[in-house]
């Protein structure tokens, strides 16, 4: 997320974390607390119109409030091309469901849902398979973490931060 952008509030409810992709899509929602995310589904791309019918069904049938969407960024936190695509697609997604979507930095999200995959022992297939929907829980979970603590960094941003304190031997 660009630092400069001020991230809108989300009601409180259920929200869609998503993790987008030009064939498909990654999909997670957190409890009405907006506490802990959980893998949803995985969700394969169709014409705008499927598209239309399923996001619209998905909303009404889960009660969602909003749309937490990744960005992918550079390492530096800059902007992609593939950001412009995904911020395309969520200006869609605000118009046919009426909600606010806010965009959440996705660096290292695949990575860490395909290490939590096989932590928890499931083949390469198995993983590939479960792999975006997983991703979309770590990029709405990053973000509900950043809602409670909006000091500290979070998920992928931490990896890289030095550790703050040092043990005295």
């Known amino acids: 997320m660009q630092p400069d952008?001020?991230?809108p509030a989300l009601p409180t409810g259920t929200l869609l974390g998503i993790d987008y992709g030009s064939v498909r899509v990654g999909l997670?929602?957190?409890?009405?607390?907006?506490?802990i995310a959980a893998p949803f589904q995985l969700f394969q791309r169709q014409?705008?119109?499927?598209?239309?019918?399923f996001y619209q069904n998905l909303v009404k049938q889960?009660?969602?409030?909003g749309i937490v969407l990744g960005l992918p960024?550079?390492?530096?936190g800059t902007e992609s091309a593939k950001s412009k695509e995904v911020r395309r697609y969520g200006n869609w997604l605000s118009k046919i469901t009426g909600l606010?979507?806010?965009y959440?930095?996705?660096?290292?999200?695949?990575?860490?849902?395909?290490?939590?995959?096989?932590?928890?022992?499931?083949?390469?297939?198995?993983?590939k398979k479960q792999l975006d929907k997983v991703a979309a829980q770590v990029i709405l979970q990053s973000f509900l973490d950043s809602l409670r603590n909006p000091d500290v960094h979070h998920g992928?941003?931490?990896?890289?931060?030095?550790?703050t304190t040092t043990i005295s031997e």
């Open 5 to 7: 952008v001020p991230t």
């Open 28 to 35: 997670a929602l957190c409890d009405r607390g907006q506490t």
């Open 47 to 53: 014409s705008t119109s499927e598209e239309t019918v």
């Open 62 to 65: 889960e009660r969602i409030v």
């Open 73 to 76: 960024v550079h390492m530096s």
């Open 100 to 102: 606010p979507v806010v």
């Open 104 to 127: 959440h930095d996705e660096r290292y999200s695949s990575t860490l849902a395909w290490n939590a995959l096989q932590a928890g022992g499931l083949k390469a297939s198995q993983r």
């Open 156 to 163: 992928v941003e931490s990896l890289d931060n030095e550790p």
